[in-house]
């Protein structure tokens, strides 16, 4: 199979030096307040006119500080007892064959090639690869389930 190669878009700017600092920030999906910056490179900040109009948008990144795979994980914190191991692609784990990340956040601001945005779990300067706007028409099935060992989710 031919190599992929990506070349990022932009850059993460956060507080966050190393993926430790992030397991409660992971945790909190949507309900996390941490405000990030998203630095898009100049040459494709026309690709931004319109985005100010989402409330929400996917940030696609990749892990460049994660150094190693698990095929099979802890779907959760450590804090969380009685949570099956299962499949790293049941789970959200950041220890994955290919170390991208996927995450919906809130787009608090565009100014000019920066985006200000509620509740990124990125590393300071990982590299963006792309960004998506949230569309509920193509991004909220209508009805859904998910795996028990998610559970917790619903009580933070």
Known sequence: ??????KPIGFIISRFKNPKELI???EKGLKAKTISKIM?????EKGLIGL???????????????NKAELFTYPGP???KKLPKVGVF???SQYRPNPIALRLVRLLKVENNILTVKGLDGI???????IKPYVPGFDRPGKTKSA???GWLDKN
């Open 1 to 6: 199979m031919n190599s992929i190669n990506f």
């Open 24 to 26: 409660s920030l992971c």
């Open 40 to 44: 898009i490179k100049k040459r494709y």
């Open 52 to 66: 100010n109009k989402f409330s929400h948008i996917f940030i696609i990144y990749f892990l460049d500080k994660i």
């Open 78 to 80: 450590l804090t969380i």
């Open 90 to 92: 049941a789970s959200r």
């Open 124 to 130: 300071n300067k990982s590299p963006v690869l792309d």
């Open 148 to 150: 028990y060992w998610y």
